[in-house]
Each structure stands twice: as C-alpha cells, then as structure tokens.
C-alpha cells in the first residue's frame, strides 16, 4: 500500500505540490491527469525517493521513503518507475539493459538473470531484439524495453509518468497495451497521463492534479462523466 | 652532399640496442597510461565531489598539467623533489612526470565526456536500486570512455613521444637515451636520429591503428 500524507514540494520558491493526499491499495490502478506544471510528475518521484519532499510523509507499505533511516536503493527495488523519456542504456543491448539491475543490485546470476529478463522481453513484445542496441529500436519499443527493465526487478509497484509524451503518435499504442496488460495482471500502478481515452479504460481511480493539489479523485465514469470540481470540467472540456 | 657520409650500415648495427630502448619507452609510456587513467577517473570524481578542497586539488592539478611544459613536469619530478631530499630514479622521475601529465589532460577529456551524458542516466540506474557509485561503475564510467577514446589514444600517442624528455633527468634506457649514446660513442648523429624518428613513427601508427580496432570491437553501438 502507498499513503501519501499531506505532502508538500517546493522546487526554490515555487510550490509544485500543496498537501496531497493520496492512498494507493494493493492491486489498485490510479491515474492522474492534469495540466502540465500541476504536480502529477513530481509525486511520482517523490513517492521513489528520487526527490525529497518539505512536509508530509509517504509510506510504502509501511516503510517512510524520506525517513533517515530508510535504505532508498532496497526501497526501490519494489517500486519501479518509467520516465518519459526511457533512458536506454546505450551502452549495453537489450537484454543487458533488462539484466543489470538484477545482476548487480540483487545479486543474481547471470543465467538466471538472462532468463528473468527474456521472459520480460517476451511479456512486452521484444523477445526478438535481445542482442540489438537501443538506439537501433523505435522510441515505442525502447520505452517497452524500459518498462521490461523495470519489471525485471520483480516490483511490487510501478509508476509511471506520462510515458507516451516522447513518442511519435503511431507508437503511443504499443506502448498503452503493454500498460493495460500489466494492470489486467494486478500490477498495482500509479499512471501520470494525457491519455484520457486510456485512463478511462484501465483505471480504478483518475485523480485530477491541479496547480499543486488534487481537485478531485474517484471512479473513471464519475470523473469523466460527472466531474465535481469546476477546475476538472474545465480541464475535461479544454481535452476533448 | 654537404662532405658527410652517410654510413648506415654503422647505426643499423645497434638496432637491437635500439629496440631494447624502445621497449623500455613503451614500458614507461603504457604504465604512465594506465595509471594516469585511474588517476584521471579519481580526480574526474574529486571535481564532481561537493568539497572544496577536493575540488581544488583537483583542478590545481589539471590546471598545471595542462598549462605548464612537459618538461617542466618531468625536471619537477626529479630535480625539483630533490630539494626536499626526496630522490627518485631516473625512470621513477619519467614515470612520475608523465603519469601526472597524462591524469590531467584525461581527467579534462573525461569532464567534458561527462557532460555529454545526460543525468537521467543515473537516475535511471538509482530508480533501479542501484546506489550512486553502481550507477558510475556500470552506466556512466563505460560511456565515459567510449566518447573519451579518441582523446586517450591521442594521449598515449603523447605518452610515448613524452619519453624522449627523460634524457633531461638522465634517463639513458629508453629509445631517445639509447639513441643519444650511440651518438656519443659513434657520432653518426643524423643516421641514429633518423632511425629512432622512424621507430618512434611506427611505434605510435601502431598505437592509432590498434586504437580503431579496439574502438570497433569493443563499442558496438
């Protein structure tokens, strides 16, 4: 379970997130959605530790990310994230890129480790480009490859954050089924999106990030279809 | 022409000697790399370090290495410590100087190598559990070196040319020592020169030459 507590973020003098609340259960699938520089992105990394935060608390089942005495790199390997732009290890070929993490931070071998990530490959469709270099594959399936690389580290969660934006539109799809796969499998995710048609299919809840605060947040067909806040119908219109 | 004659037949006879010395300049100039290599990672790591004093040891030690002679670098290294009572050997002191030339201007090359990778990278790796020095060692450190590749080959080339200033601190073993003898013993200046020029030449094509091969094998993307 991921409980968001009243969390509170400034980058210099800009607050970017004003005490959100948010509690994520097992098995759950949120997506936020919102105007860019509404905070949706930022949570994400502070819920992995990679940003810290000013007031509030986060806590994965039950373990506080930006207490002192949390190890973020154990922390971290149940929570995986995808970042918009994919950040392929250029360096290594896919199935490296999926076997590093695992290897190196968990300590497995490397058959073991090979046969993990060839399975993950497969999940996400590119169980042929095990030897290719990233930059010789489409954006859509680098970004696959990176959600594989997450996966590999056996994640109890994964975040992702608008994950589709860097891609050429033909491409979104791909990359949308594999996400929709994951969450029909029970993975418990929390998604940043500008894909309403997709956070309406496969969410449990859209919350609706604005200016720093959560306006809103309940089932899809009630925030699509009877939005409570007037800054969400705003928003919705101003999408469709 | 000019009433020399040329007497090759003479200098070609202490070739042997002269490829003994060539190997002791390659020797020098492959230690010189490989632990100015290592030295170049340390201080490319000191001037990322959010101290102040490292940091500046680091750069002060760039700083000289790129914006003083060679030969200074060297002199320093044997007469220089010297004053303090600290004496090394002719060799030592070659090694010492070029080593320290070689960390400086590779730790330049791996800063700016440095900057072409984008952060996320290691964020990247953090967000897989992997810790800060990880995220070094397996992500950023290899594609470090690959874009600082040209640039290192081009300091070994450096290195090997750079041994040739060991005369000044009374290196006699390497190529140009060995060569400077023979000419002592035999004066046949202009041939002796010439072969160790030729030496020195085929020694460094085989560096560049063997640099591309590497380069094609080992970085496949």
């Given at each position: 379970m991921i409980e968001i507590q009243n969390v509170h973020k400034s980058f210099g003098q800009l607050e970017v997130l004003k005490g959100i609340d948010l509690t994520v259960q097992k098995g759950e699938v949120v997506t936020v959605i919102g105007g860019s520089g509404s905070g949706k992105s930022t949570l994400l990394t502070c819920i992995n530790g990679l940003e810290p935060i000013d007031k509030g608390k986060i806590l994965v089942d039950g373990t506080?990310?930006?207490?002192?005495?949390?190890?973020l790199n154990k922390l971290r390997q149940k929570i995986g994230i995808v970042f918009q732009?994919?950040?392929?290890?250029?360096?290594?070929?896919v199935l490296e890129n999926v076997t590093l993490a695992p290897r190196k931070v968990l300590g497995i071998g490397k058959a073991e480790a090979e046969a993990i990530a060839e399975k993950q490959l497969k999940h996400v469709g590119l169980g042929e480009k095990l030897s290719t270099y990233p930059t010789r594959l489409s954006g859509g399936q680098q970004q696959r490859m990176a959600i594989a690389r997450a996966l590999a580290m056996s994640p109890d969660y994964m975040l992702f954050d608008e994950v589709t934006s860097a891609l050429d539109p033909q491409l979104v799809g791909e990359v949308l089924e594999t996400l929709k796969m994951l969450a029909e499998e029970g993975m418990t995710m929390i998604c940043v999106t500008h894909e309403m048609a997709f956070a309406r299919d496969v969410s449990d809840r859209v919350a609706y990030f604005h200016k720093g605060i959560m306006a809103e947040i309940g089932a899809p067909d009630q925030l699509f279809?009877?939005?409570?806040h007037p800054e969400t119908r705003k928003f919705l219109a101003s999408v469709r | 022409m000019f009433g020399y004659t040329f007497q090759w037949n003479q200098a070609l006879a202490r070739l042997p000697k002269m490829l003994d010395g060539a190997a002791v300049t390659m020797e020098v100039a492959v230690l010189s790399m490989l632990i100015g290599i290592a030295l170049a990672v340390l201080l490319t790591l000191l001037r990322l370090s959010g101290s102040r004093p490292l940091k500046a040891i680091a750069t002060t030690w760039v700083e000289i290495a790129r914006n003083t002679p060679a030969l200074f670098q060297i002199y320093m290294a044997h007469f220089g410590v010297a004053s303090f009572g600290i004496h090394f050997s002719p060799f030592t002191s070659l090694l010492i100087g070029i080593t320290f030339n070689n960390a400086g201007y590779l730790a330049e090359n791996f800063r700016g190598a440095l900057k072409a990778i984008p952060d996320t990278q290691t964020r990247a790796g953090r967000s897989l559990g992997m810790s800060q020095l990880q995220a070094f060692r397996y992500i950023i450190l290899p594609q470090m070196l690959r874009i600082a590749f040209l640039p290192m080959t081009n300091q070994m080339v450096w290195a090997v040319l750079m041994t040739s200033l060991g005369v000044t601190v009374g290196m006699n073993s390497d190529l140009y020592g060995v060569t400077q003898d023979l000419n002592a013993l035999t004066f046949r200046t202009f041939e002796l020169f010439a072969i160790a020029a030729v030496i020195f030449y085929i020694i460094t094509k085989i560096i560049t030459l063997g640099a591309r091969l590497i380069a094609s094998r080992l970085f496949r993307y």
């Open positions: 506080e990310v930006h207490a002192k005495t949390t190890n732009q994919w950040n392929a290890f250029p360096h290594l070929t279809n009877d939005p409570q | -």
